[in-house]
């Protein structure tokens, strides 16, 4: 009868194995959702900066501007790879504190009002389609950048100092988004079309 029934022991230690893959299953289903789960851009710790350089025959006689641009909300789904972000036009602001607050405010006039024309485009919003992660320390991403009403495909390399920090720069170009760079004094003093971003992005715990 003994062998019909089989070892006792055998019989305890497979019943203990179930139990456990079971409960390493378990664990996983509960734990991956968790880690895979997406993450909001801190934006009170974050930051992104826009650098607005001049040109021309008497660009000496003209400014280069330092803009705040306020990240709205944003987050990173590690599950998809996707990072997506959203910044308010209107929100934008000149810095530039060696210009008198005069020439500040007109300044921030003519970007609101003329550049980004922010009562007809409001938001400013960047959503990638790709992310490189074959270095873990230097992500190179794709995405398209929707400003000025138009949507265009950019690319740029992030340096990932660890989980939650970032930071990177990309070139955007005026024109390609349907914007005219300023130009004063008959064309001798413009804008540069190349615009240079400037970011730092910290994920919430």
């Not at 000496?60 to 705040?68: P, V």
């Not at 599950?79 to 210009?99: F, G, H, N, S």
């Not at 190179?140 to 989980?163: K, S």
């Not at 804008?191 to 971003?197: C, Y």
Request: aromatic share 6%.
């Amino acid at each position: 009868m003994s062998l019909l029934r089989g070892n006792p022991c055998e019989g305890r230690s497979r019943a203990h194995l179930y139990a456990a893959l079971a409960c390493v299953v378990v664990t996983l289903a509960v734990v991956r959702p968790a880690l895979a789960s997406p993450r909001a851009i801190d934006v009170q710790h974050s930051k992104i900066t826009v650098l607005v350089y001049k040109q021309g025959l008497f660009s000496f006689l003209a400014d280069n501007h330092t803009i705040d641009a306020p990240i709205a909300s944003g987050r990173y789904d590690s599950a998809t790879k996707t990072i997506e972000l959203t910044v308010e036009a209107a929100k934008l602001r000149v810095l530039d504190p060696k210009l008198p607050a005069s020439r500040r405010d007109s300044v921030q006039a003519a970007m609101t009002e003329q550049v980004l024309d922010a009562a007809k485009y409001p938001t400013i919003s960047f959503r990638s389609t790709a992310i490189d992660e074959r270095d873990p320390k230097r992500w190179t991403i794709t995405g398209n950048l929707t400003l000025h009403g138009a949507t265009r495909p950019v690319t740029f390399v992030v340096q990932r100092a660890d989980a939650s920090h970032f930071t990177g720069s990309a070139t955007i170009i005026q024109t390609a988004f349907g914007i005219t760079p300023i130009r004063v004094a008959g064309g001798t003093v413009s804008v540069k079309d190349e615009v240079t971003v400037e970011f730092e992005i910290a994920l919430s715990p």
